[in-house]
């Protein structure tokens, strides 16, 4: 099977173990230890001739998704048999169960490849002396009675079925059969569909992971023996037992991502690891944490935590990770806090707002941070001068920490940080001062957020040798001068974001050699043409090029990009709208309004904008990407909400022509603006098929005909702007129209009426032009029937008032039920106002008595 093995002597071969005295193969260590594996071709069935084999090892080979060779059944001596990770699928064949002498079966594999199948696991009641059994990601689902057969091995130590399908039905079918398994230790059920009350389980148990189920109910009281217990990712409520902070055995607690409420309970004994995260624990951090002195990971992270952080927490000298971000803390952070901290690497206080950092200027930390996020506390004293020898840091977050003035000069000495967010701060001054010399090799994110501060000067230079940078984002800051043409040697950026700045100058044509996904240029001084090629072939994504100088006209490309968002807002391009935009399938705003730009609107643009898209894919949180869109006539800025909307806007320009029809298609487009435009022809009459549209803008173009009454099926329409047109006949009415009540919405259409408009009324006379017709009024409408008609204007007055006094009469002395109730109605009214009158005589009679 390997290339070494030559000669007649197995037992010299590499990864051959034979029997001291029998000289019989006992065992065969198989797994790769470098790029060759072994591959189903070279699975012999000779294999199956070595009688006395007791350990078998063929994991992390590559047997391209073969089925397990059924030979194995033969080898009845095995003890030991590992075929995990090995790209094996199929039914696991039931040949297995005749290994009665085997205690470690280990079947696992990722969650990536073609999984092996079990229906029938009958065949394990044959493995009498199993202890160790592994099917992580096997899938079990048509297997019944699991705890039935799995209570015909009373070995059993360990259970490991993560990512099996299973259900409660699978494996607690008969609950006391399971729990009769007076011998498991060990039982791994995580990443399953297991839902309902958390079961009854083994008395011995020391270690359970029920993580990333749908559990639901309390926890239990009942801890036992249990060492671990993980119950991560589930629906647990209710409050966390008091049993568990007196055990003196319980060493890891994962009770994360649960709806557990209540406050903390005071924890004694031998924790190492303690994750309440993601709950709606409330209270303070008890002060006996500080008596946990085994604790090496504390995390109570996205709680509704109050009060300080105790003092006692820094007596834990075996502390690696502290984590009580997002929460209500407060009060101040001393150097106390963290005195014999020597072995922590993770520190993260964020989003606690009323928290404050006070530490004097020349402290030194006894640990060396790995990573710190402050994000949203007070840091006082300027930036942090206690950071100056934390030279292992990987991630620095300070964002939003009240953090003003310059840079210090000794942190450009300092290696450097693949991983630094400053934004939101007052930082001022060059940039120079960045620990950017060099490169980061590690897998860990490599970004520079740098946005929303008060940077000035250029892009240094300098910043050209972080050639490992994947994310840049400078904006909102002062900076001047060009984009350095150095920063081409940033093969790895897929964002750049420079946008709300002072730059200038063209835009580089080296941009279209950088992988990137989002590049965000937005109100700057950039002139010049639109850079060729920059949408050739690429991967960009997003691409914000609005509010600059920029001109010429748009090239065609080469289709290509995936566009999610093409914006070009207030530039001066002209020519015509590229019909390049119309291959790019997922774009969602389309936003080049305030240009230049002349010639019909694209008829293929009707085949865009079907479904938001996640920009997950754009990079991280951190890079805050904000778009300045106009809906419902009011600049608004994106940016949590931004991939769930859709918007074209392509008004102020010189576009022409009639709106196509095609575009009435697009049912998820939530903003439509064509605002200010000359375009011509009607509104088209299905524009009631664009069932999400919130907003609609077509104002300021030569829109003529009536508007559509489909109009009135938008029942998502908040704003609707249709003033300035030659639009005439009635306006529809009904659904959400009824709430749109602004008369400056339809203004300078003359030939509109109806509501919020004037009346309508019968045809005008011929012998009015166009430009003469008066508006239409209760008054004018006898008017236009001639003077003498006036008289009519008067009748019509007093018939209406008697017809409705004498109608009223009738009614009432027709109908005794409301003639009763008027009168009723009436006495109380005099009443109220009888009350009234006196109590305000007697107020008045006080009032002069006083005098």
């Not at 085997?102 to 199948?117: A, P, W």
């Not at 897998?443 to 994947?470: H, V, W």
Request: net charge neutral.
């Amino acid at each position: 099977m390997l290339s070494s093995w030559v000669g007649n002597d197995c037992c010299s071969w590499e990864r051959v173990m034979c029997d001291g005295v029998t000289r019989n193969v006992v065992s065969l260590h198989l797994r790769p230890d470098g790029l060759y594996s072994l591959q189903s071709k070279e699975l012999s069935h000779s294999l199956g001739e070595v009688r006395h084999l007791k350990y078998l090892d063929l994991s992390f080979n590559y047997f391209q998704e073969s089925q397990i060779p059924e030979f194995i059944g033969s080898l009845k001596e095995l003890t030991y048999l590992n075929l995990s990770y090995s790209a094996f699928s199929g039914i696991i064949p039931h040949h297995i169960g005749n290994l009665s002498n085997l205690k470690i079966l280990d079947l696992s594999s990722d969650k990536y490849s073609k999984r092996l199948i079990a229906h029938d696991m009958n065949w394990i009641s044959g493995l009498s002396s199993l202890e160790h059994i592994d099917l992580s990601n096997v899938n079990l689902n048509g297997v019944k009675n699991l705890d039935i057969v799995l209570y015909k091995i009373p070995s059993l130590l360990q259970l490991r079925l993560k990512n099996c399908n299973l259900t409660m039905t699978h494996i607690f079918h008969t609950p006391h059969k399971f729990t009769t398994l007076s011998n498991l230790q060990y039982i791994d059920l995580s990443n399953n569909k297991l839902m309902g009350p958390i079961p009854t389980f083994p008395m011995k148990l020391t270690e359970l992971d029920l993580s990333h189920n749908k559990l639901t109910g309390p926890i239990p009281i009942f801890i036992g023996k249990l060492t671990k217990l993980d119950l991560s990712y589930n629906h647990l409520n209710g409050s966390i037992p008091e049993s568990f902070g007196r055990s003196r055995l319980l060493q890891v607690l994962n009770v994360a991502h649960n709806k557990l409420t209540g406050p903390i309970p005071t924890f004694s004994g031998n924790l190492t690891k303690l994750d309440l995260s993601y709950n709606h624990l409330n209270g303070s951090i008890p002060e006996s944490f500080g008596r946990l002195v085994s604790l090496r990971s504390f995390s109570v992270s996205s709680n509704s935590l109050s009060g300080t952080i105790p003092i006692s927490i820094g007596q834990l000298s075996k502390l690696h990770s502290f984590d009580v971000s997002h929460n209500s803390l407060e009060g101040v952070v001393y150097e106390a806090h963290f005195s014999n901290l020597s072995m922590l690497k993770h520190l993260n206080a964020a989003s606690n707002t009323k928290l404050t950092f006070n530490v004097s200027l020349e402290w030194l930390p006894p640990f060396q941070l790995i990573s710190v996020d402050l994000t949203s506390c007070k840091i006082t004293n300027g930036f942090p001068q206690w950071l100056r020898n934390q030279i292992k840091l990987i991630s620095l977050v300070l964002s939003n920490a009240t953090i003003s003035g310059p840079l210090p000069t000794w942190l450009r000495k300092m290696p450097i940080i693949p991983f630094i967010n400053l934004s939101h701060n007052s930082l001022s001054g060059p940039l120079t001062n960045l620990p950017i010399g060099g490169t980061y090799d590690g897998e860990e994110l490599r970004g520079l957020f740098l946005q929303n501060n008060l940077f000035n000067e250029s892009i240094p230079t300098e910043l050209c040798n972080r050639t490992d940078l994947e994310y840049l984002n400078l904006s909102w800051n002062r900076l001047t001068g060009k984009i350095p043409n150095c920063l081409q040697n940033l093969q790895n950026l897929k964002v750049m974001m420079l946008s709300s700045n002072r730059l200038s100058g063209s835009i580089p044509s080296f941009i279209q050699m950088l992988p990137l996904v989002l590049l965000n240029l937005n109100d700057n001084n950039f002139s010049g043409e639109f850079p060729k090629g920059l949408l050739d072939f690429s991967e960009l994504g997003i691409l914000d090029l609005g509010n600059n100088a920029l001109c010429g006209k748009i090239p065609e490309w080469i289709p290509g990009t995936e566009l999610v968002i093409f914006r070009l807002h207030g530039n001066n391009f002209t020519g015509g709208i590229p019909r390049s935009l119309c291959k790019n399938l997922k774009l969602q705003i389309l936003d080049v309004a305030h240009n230049n730009f002349i010639g019909n609107i694209p008829h293929c643009l009707g085949e865009l904008f079907n479904k938001a898209h996640s920009l997950d894919d754009y990079g991280p949180e951190s890079s805050e990407e904000t778009l300045l869109q106009v809906l419902n006539g009011i600049p608004l800025e994106f940016t949590k909400t931004l991939q769930f909307f859709i918007n074209m806007d392509l008004s102020s320009n010189k576009l022409v022509g009639e709106i196509p029809v095609e575009l009435t298609a697009l049912q998820e487009l939530v903003g439509l603006n064509l605002s200010n435009n000359h375009l011509g022809g009607g509104i088209p009459d299905n524009i009631g098929n664009m069932t999400a549209l919130s907003s609609l803008d077509l104002s300021g173009n030569k829109l003529n005909g009536s508007i559509p009454s489909s109009i009135a099926a938008l029942t998502f329409l908040s704003h609707l702007n249709l003033s300035n047109n030659n639009l005439s006949g009635q306006i529809p009415t009904g659904n959400q129209l009824q709430t749109l009540i602004d008369p400056s919405i339809y203004a300078g259409n003359k030939d509109l009426c109806g509501a919020p408009l004037h009346l309508c009324g019968p045809p005008f006379p011929n012998n009015y032009s166009n430009h003469e017709k008066p508006a239409f009024t209760l008054k004018n409408k006898y008017e236009v029937a001639g003077e003498p008609n006036k008289v009519w204007f008067y009748v019509d007055i007093m018939f209406g008032f008697a017809t409705g006094f004498w109608g009223v009469i009738v009614l009432l002395m027709l109908k005794k039920q409301w003639r009763h109730k008027l009168f009723m109605f009436a006495e109380g009214i005099m009443y109220k106002i009888h009350v009234a009158v006196v109590v305000r005589v007697n107020k008045m009679k006080r009032g002069r008595e006083a005098l």
